[in-house]
């Protein structure tokens, strides 16, 4: 293309060639193999890993998620811990604290 430059990079002997695209504002890093990377979304997402259910970690996903009265209180938290067990990612933990909010007090005390 033109306004393309194109300039080299050494990596323990194989030229490596990176290649600017003005237009895009872009970089893409290439090799005489393959493409190393397009974009950053092509980036490979880790799994989640569980964290513990403490009262700790509840009320801080309350105070992140909740703007106002944002404590949970004590029935709350032993319903969330029952409900999530000893580990649950913390996306797990963002619903479950979400929806406590919505449930009948009935249902809280009751399980």
């Known amino acids: 293309m033109p306004g393309d430059i194109d300039h080299p990079i050494f990596f323990d002997g194989s030229a490596t060639m990176i290649r600017t695209i ?3 504002h872009s970089l893409r890093i290439t090799s ?3 493409t190393v990377a397009k974009t950053m979304s092509e980036n490979i997402k880790k799994p989640a890993k569980p964290v513990a259910v403490s009262e700790r970690s509840l ?3 309350a105070v992140r998620l909740f703007p106002k009265h ?3 209180v004590t029935p709350e938290v032993d319903y969330l811990r029952r409900v999530l067990g000893d580990k649950a990612t913390q996306v ?3 619903e479950k604290v979400q929806l406590v909010r919505r449930l009948p007090w009935s249902q809280i005390m009751g399980e």
């Open 32 to 34: 005489r193999h393959r």
């Open 92 to 94: 797990e933990i963002d």
């Open 70 to 72: 944002n404590r949970l």
């Open 22 to 24: 003005p237009v895009q």
């Open 59 to 61: 009320q801080n996903a």
